[in-house]
């Protein structure tokens, strides 16, 4: 997958990438706005167009953070043409929601709280 960003990847950013994407283990800390949404965003999205049947967990500790990622996702995911494959899943989310979330998400949104 080729990214087309404006003004490049962070060499953090790329590192992290090429890591997770030859399916090493990665762990990144960085200040706040550096990127490391991005960093570990490419990964699966890569692997969710080369495999149809791929899906992804995005776990994020508040739900404030996981709404502000699920429009970025949506945007990127629209932007490559995944169409709409973002579900998010959480206590706010109806119960008949959270079983179309898991059978028609192909990535899943969610906080620590909202996965036991």
């Known amino acids: 997958m080729k990214l087309k960003m404006r003004n490049g990847l962070y060499l953090h950013q790329a590192k992290c990438i090429e890591q997770a994407l030859n399916r090493k283990s990665v762990a990144l800390c960085t200040s706040t706005a550096s990127g490391k949404s991005l960093a570990f965003t490419v990964p699966p999205i890569n692997d969710l167009i080369k495999d149809k049947d791929s899906f992804s967990f995005f776990i994020y500790p508040t739900k404030a953070l996981a709404n ?49």
């Open 68 to 116: 502000d990622q699920i429009n970025k996702l949506k945007q990127l995911a629209n932007n490559l043409g995944l169409g709409d494959i973002i579900r998010k899943y959480d206590g706010d989310v109806r119960a008949k929601a959270r079983k179309e979330a898991i059978k028609n998400g192909r990535i899943i949104v969610c906080t620590l709280h909202s996965t036991t």
